[in-house]
């Protein structure tokens, strides 16, 4: 399984921006997305995961915020992210996570996103 996550950038306070997360290879047993992201200094922390069938989950700080998607035909997984504030700045991370046969995480390269004040 590979991940590839792109749309980072410079964005300013309030701003919006839009991270994408391809995925190919043999993803059949994949049945969680997922964000996650990590500030200098700071430890990796969830974002936002998607299942198969669409259930969603948010960390509190992006409640309102950010929004995660799918589109299934592409094996894309999508992050809007609006209302940006500098606290959102950190390089993002998508993960695959397959629990059969055997759990594993699958983890793509991260995309910086910086929010200027």
């Known amino acids: 399984v590979q991940l590839q996550a792109y749309g980072g950038g410079l964005v300013q306070t309030g701003g919006s921006l839009r991270l994408s997360c391809a995925l190919s290879?043999?993803?059949?047993?994949?049945?969680?997305m997922g964000w996650y992201r990590q500030a200098p200094g700071k430890q990796r922390e969830l974002v936002a995961t998607?299942?198969?069938?669409?259930?969603?989950n948010y960390a509190d700080f992006v409640k309102g915020r950010f929004t995660i998607s799918r589109d299934g035909a592409k094996n894309t997984v999508y992050l809007q992210m609006n209302s940006l504030k500098p606290e959102d700045t950190a390089v993002y991370y998508c993960?695959?996570?397959?629990?059969?046969?055997?759990?594993?995480?699958?983890w793509g390269k991260g995309t910086l996103v910086t929010v200027s004040s």
């Open positions: 993960r695959a996570d397959q629990d059969q046969p055997y759990r594993v995480y699958y």
């Open positions: 290879g043999s993803i059949s047993r994949i049945n969680v």
């Open positions: 998607i299942t198969n069938g669409g259930r969603t």
